[in-house]
């Protein structure tokens, strides 16, 4: 149980992407698969069943390991209809300098955005290999922030758009689930007149992680005091 409360809790919050979430969900299932193989075995990962099978003379729990492969099999079943990206392209949106320009995954990348230039996107991940100076911004930047504010777009305009694409699949339902939760806050039973437009209002204040400069806003206003 705690294997599965540690994978929720790598799925929840902001910020993460797709890339995450397969490797989240690809760790868990190495895990099951371990604790398959275990639970037949030397009951490493199950200190108290070890103990009860030994205490009771047993070889193995016909309970225990019904339990495991089922969660197994559950899990792969959730999984099995999610869109399969390959190692490759996702190794390409967090590190791009490791991919291989003449993969398999460009023809990947290619299905995914038709309007990608495949043949540009090669050279592109060729001429993005040698500058010295994006690798150095790399290593300092989140993946995100490396490709909304590092790379240029008129140098990587193919390598951006699946980047792009990748950085803003949902991988899991925490966003949209966080924003129910606020408007569920903010449209109380004290407030609830509000139109559609100031609800959408309060909705982006209280989604967005902008941190306006009140001080700035303020000293270019002028107040108008009552008489």
């Not at 398999?104 to 990348?109: D, F, L, M, R, Y």
């Not at 996107?121 to 150095?136: C, H, N, V, Y």
């Not at 300092?140 to 909304?148: M, Q």
Request: aromatic share 8%.
């Amino acid at each position: 149980m705690s294997h599965l409360n540690h994978l929720n809790l790598r799925l929840q919050g902001k910020n993460h992407t797709v890339a995450d979430m397969y490797e989240a969900i690809e760790a868990f299932r190495s895990k099951l698969h371990l604790l398959e193989r275990d639970i037949h075995g030397r009951k490493l990962h199950f200190p108290r069943l070890r103990e009860h099978c030994e205490k009771n003379k047993m070889q193995e729990d016909p309970a225990m390991k019904d339990f495991v492969s089922r969660l197994a099999e559950n899990f792969k079943e959730i999984f099995e209809s999610s869109p399969k990206l390959s190692a490759d392209i996702l190794l390409f949106v967090r590190q791009p300098f490791s991919v291989s320009a003449d993969g398999q995954w460009t023809a990947e990348a290619k299905k995914l955005v038709p309007s990608i230039d495949e043949a540009s996107l090669q050279m592109e991940i060729l001429e993005m290999g040698t500058s010295d100076l994006l690798k150095a911004q790399h290593k300092d930047a989140l993946v995100s922030d490396f490709w909304i504010n590092v790379v240029p777009q008129a140098r990587f305009k193919n390598t951006r758009d699946i980047a792009m694409l990748l950085l803003t699949m949902f991988p899991s339902t925490y966003i949209c689930e966080s924003a129910f939760s606020s408007m569920n806050a903010i449209k109380s039973q004290d407030r609830n007149r509000l139109s559609d437009s100031h609800l959408g209002q309060c909705l982006r204040i209280a989604t967005t992680e902008y941190k306006p400069d009140i001080r700035k806003v303020a000293s270019s206003r002028r107040s108008h005091f009552s008489h």
